[in-house]
């Protein structure tokens, strides 16, 4: 199956292809539709989200972890999404898809995800120091913020990696709704857009948050 195959040359961190990903944003996610047995694409997503975070938790070499970390970037997110995009929102495959599209749409757009988090950032003062963005947060303070997330969920507190994904994306959402508000004065059409990737983007951030605690509880797989 192609998708096993995938998973277990990531999981191995074997050789990469390097590719430019395809950019996705957090309120883009698609279902990837296929004729693979849906049980052995779970199962798949599952072993391999498994893999990814023991591997990380196991390893105490920093290499292992920045690949783990920079795998989007060097497979391309259209893998991950092929493994992970399709998992429930509340389990492993899903909640690691959800961290690794956040920080590949910021990688994408960091300016833009800059301009969004200051505008927010006034009104979520305790959501903003859970993210853990340096003042001023710029384009490359959130993107090095994102990739220390991502590095902390490899370093074993992967619940605090979730909650700080969490608190980020509720920043974006507020920031988002300010510029959608400025934007329907002048493109309603554009404000409209805006006003439903926030709502995608704060389910996103409620589905992290619920994949934390069932983590701290030991149910999360």
Not at 16 to 29: C, G, L, S
Request: aromatic share 6%; with cysteine.
């Amino acid at each position: 199956m192609k998708g096993a195959r995938a998973g277990s040359k990531v999981a191995q961190d074997a050789g990469y292809r390097h590719h430019k990903p395809r950019p996705f944003a957090p309120e883009e996610f698609e279902p990837y539709e296929g004729g693979a047995d849906p049980a052995r694409v779970s199962e798949a997503a599952h072993l391999s989200a498994q893999a990814f975070v023991r591997r990380g938790i196991e390893n105490n070499d920093p290499e292992v972890s920045h690949r783990l970390i920079a795998v989007a970037e060097d497979e391309g997110l259209e893998v991950l999404a092929e493994l992970w995009s399709e998992a429930p929102a509340h389990s492993l495959p899903g909640a690691l898809w959800r961290l690794y599209a956040v920080r590949a749409a910021t990688m994408g757009k960091p300016e833009v995800h800059s301009a969004r988090f200051q505008a927010g950032a006034h009104r979520a003062q305790v959501e903003r120091i859970v993210a853990g963005v340096a003042e001023p947060p710029t384009a490359e303070e959130l993107k090095k913020m994102t990739g220390s997330i991502l590095s902390g969920a490899f370093d074993g507190d992967f619940a605090h990696a979730l909650e700080r994904t969490a608190a980020y994306c509720r920043v974006l959402v507020l920031g988002m709704t300010e510029h959608a508000d400025a934007a329907d004065l002048s493109n309603s059409e554009r404000g409209t857009k805006l006003t439903q990737q926030a709502r995608a983007l704060s389910k996103t951030a409620d589905d992290l948050e619920i994949c934390a605690r069932l983590w701290r509880q030991d149910a999360l797989d």
